[in-house]
């Protein structure tokens, strides 16, 4: 069998083993989540029956200028489309789109701004429209909802039918608007006290916590037809750095990572992942030169050869000062791909970001830098997870009032 067609019957028989393994462990789940679970994994299994000879031979007839685009995730300056970042959409066919907070003023506007963004997209391909939306500080949805409580508080409760109830509440929460992709959970293990950037992002303070409730907030979330992406692989918990601004170093040996920052992400590889974020930190025990992010030791030996994921992963912004005060966004980006990652995020347009790593990722390709059956194979992830969740950035119908009345009962539960 061709290497492409084994990834997308690995993707969906990973997606397929981790619904039986969540469902089997979480026996105390209302049977109104174990039902919701279930039917989503029946509605995805279509991919199986679907052909993958089909779908490797639409990727092969796509010019490579078109595949490189499906790789990149991109941002923009304001709270409307300028006619350069239309373009960006239309012509440059790119595989995604995050929203930031610059980008959302009111429910109306954010409305109207996924509307343009949907509008843009002539590629036969859907966009996967992302934000970060995990509850507590983290939240970029419009005020007219209650915010969700912090990952933190919801770990306090240590309950995973609280857990999948947020996860679903979540993902409502965006899909009204038509974004199809949550950066969330995050996975990473709150043991550092200094550590200001993830604090009560975290679950919690050990690996045991952060599996069970991580993986109840992902399913719950993807039980709403959208796609979770947990972070930030290989964990960003035991620093006191902020990569946003600057790079953190974590100075742990091997056996350390794979007993404590891996466990929850090796959970959510064992409960059928479909996404993880990389994280831009230097782990000197794998990797002395480079960050995780476009580090082949880390995403190539570690994360696919090691943990055996075949999921997609995507990069942190590739604009943060990590990694753009360090080693150069365009230069770094390029490197990521080499690396083995599949979407490289890039929030930062103003100077043509988008095609300087699209000319670079197609230069790359033509001079062998990078092999065209990789651009494939991580085409292949992209495409065929937009096909597990039938994705479409019309925005789903949400009773808003339900939704209100289970946001204050979990906030209440925070409160007991």
Do not use: C
Not at 6 to 18: E, F, N, P, R, Y
Not at 199 to 227: H, Q, W, Y
Not at 357 to 364: E, I, K, P, R, Y
């Amino acid at each position: 069998m061709k290497k492409a067609a084994i990834i997308i019957i690995s993707l969906t028989a990973g997606a397929i083993l981790g619904w039986s393994i969540y469902a089997n462990s979480q026996v105390t789940t209302k049977s109104s989540h174990t039902q919701k679970e279930a039917a989503f994994s029946t509605s995805k299994q279509h991919l199986e029956k679907h052909s993958v000879d089909t779908l490797e031979k639409e990727v092969k007839a796509m010019s490579l200028e078109d595949k490189t685009a499906q790789l990149l995730m991109v941002g923009f300056e304001g709270s409307t489309l300028s006619k350069k970042e239309e373009a960006m959409i239309q012509q440059g066919h790119v595989g995604g789109v995050i929203l930031l907070g610059r980008n959302v003023q009111s429910e109306g506007q954010l409305q109207s701004l996924v509307t343009s963004i949907r509008s843009a997209n002539t590629n036969s391909a859907p966009l996967f429209i992302g934000i970060d939306e995990e509850g507590g500080r983290v939240s970029r949805i419009p005020s007219t909802l209650p915010n969700l409580p912090s990952s933190e508080q919801i770990g306090e409760q240590e309950d995973s039918d609280l857990s999948f109830q947020t996860g679903q509440a979540l993902a409502q929460k965006v899909k009204q608007y038509g974004i199809n992709m949550d950066f969330a959970p995050v996975l990473d293990i709150n043991n550092n006290p200094d550590n200001e950037v993830i604090g009560d992002r975290s679950f919690g303070s050990t690996p045991e916590k952060v599996s069970k409730l991580g993986m109840a907030t992902m399913n719950g979330i993807r039980s709403e037809g959208v796609v979770p992406v947990v972070k930030h692989f290989p964990g960003h918990g035991d620093t006191s750095v902020d990569s946003h601004a600057q790079l953190p170093v974590i100075d742990k040996s091997v056996d350390t990572l794979r007993s404590f920052e891996w466990v929850p992400f090796q959970k959510a590889i064992q409960a059928g992942a479909d996404a993880i974020m990389t994280a831009h930190i230097l782990f000197p025990a794998l990797d002395e030169e480079v960050p995780a992010t476009f580090s082949k030791e880390i995403i190539s030996g570690v994360l696919r050869e090691q943990m055996d994921y075949q999921g997609l992963i995507i990069t942190d912004d590739m604009a943060m000062g990590a990694i753009a005060n360090n080693y150069g966004t365009t230069e770094a980006a390029i490197q990521a791909v080499e690396a083995g990652v599949d979407m490289v995020m890039l929030t930062d347009t103003r100077q043509n970001q988008f095609q300087d790593v699209h000319d670079g990722l197609v230069n790359a390709v033509e001079k062998g830098k990078i092999a065209e059956e990789q651009i494939n194979q991580s085409v292949m992830r992209i495409l065929s997870l937009k096909q597990k969740y039938e994705l479409s950035s019309a925005p789903e119908e949400v009773n808003e009032e339900k939704l209100k009345s289970t946001i204050s009962t979990i906030r209440e539960r925070v409160r007991e």
